[in-house]
T-cell receptor, first 115, second 115 residues
């Protein structure tokens, strides 16, 4: 296991199109987090899963955003009807519940550009 | 509300000189504090953490940080900077009794080390 994997690394899409990103966490990690990072800002929490259950969603996650984690393994983040304001780096991280104080492992991110 | 502040957008230091990147936090209860580094178009790499115990923690690549409870600070330090240390640095906090393990990030500080 080489860590948290995110695909694609880059995505350019036209405004109004739908996009989907994938995150494969470290296999033994039961928690998975999505963050969004815009230029010049720190990452902002979007949502997290424990196993397959989505336990918290940020107000940043509008109804155009949906995340899933079927079977508690990989996760997908879908953005419908993309807008230019969605352009950002989308980061995924995983951890083991109860050991979050040891920190997460982050993926390399998916950079989305909406034109 | 929990928050993290990094008061400097950019820190410039000459190679070989000591560096400090500042971080202050606001959280109720005991904090878990982290430093991450981000290179261009990459995800976040873990540097070090404070959970409990000694206030001075040592991390990767010769970095260290000192937890100061009275000043609610967790400044990142290195005795001798390298050009390769040039990157974006983020301080982050988890509330000690948080059930979610959600990280709250500062806005980041760009470290520029000049030869």
């Amino acid at each position: 296991d080489t860590g948290v994997s995110q695909n694609p690394r880059h995505k350019i899409t036209k405004r109004g199109q739908n996009v989907t990103f994938r995150c494969d966490p470290i296999s033994e990690h039961n928690r998975l987090y999505w963050y969004r990072q815009t230029l010049g800002q720190g990452p902002e929490f979007l949502t997290y899963f424990q196993n397959e259950a989505q336990l918290e969603k940020s107000r940043l996650l509008s109804d155009r955003f949906s995340a899933e984690r079927p079977k508690g393994s990989f996760s997908t983040l879908e953005i419908q009807r993309t807008e230019q304001g969605d352009s950002a780096m989308y980061l995924c991280a995983s951890s083991l519940a109860g050991r979050d104080n040891y920190g997460y492992t982050f993926g390399s991110g998916t950079r989305l550009t909406v034109v | 509300a929990q928050s993290v502040a990094q008061p400097e957008d950019q820190v410039n230091v000459a190679e070989g000189n000591p560096l400090t990147v500042k971080c202050t936090y606001s959280v109720s209860g005991n904090p878990y504090l982290f430093w991450y580094v981000q290179y261009p178009n990459r995800g976040l790499q873990f540097l070090l953490k404070y959970i409990t115990g000694d206030n001075l923690v040592k991390g990767s690549y010769g970095f260290e940080a000192e937890f100061n409870k009275s000043q609610t600070s967790f400044h990142l330090k290195k005795p001798s900077a390298l050009v390769s240390d040039s990157a974006l640095y983020f301080c982050a906090v988890i509330h000690g009794s948080s059930n979610t393990g959600k990280l709250i990030f500062g806005q980041g500080t760009t470290l520029q080390v000049k030869p």
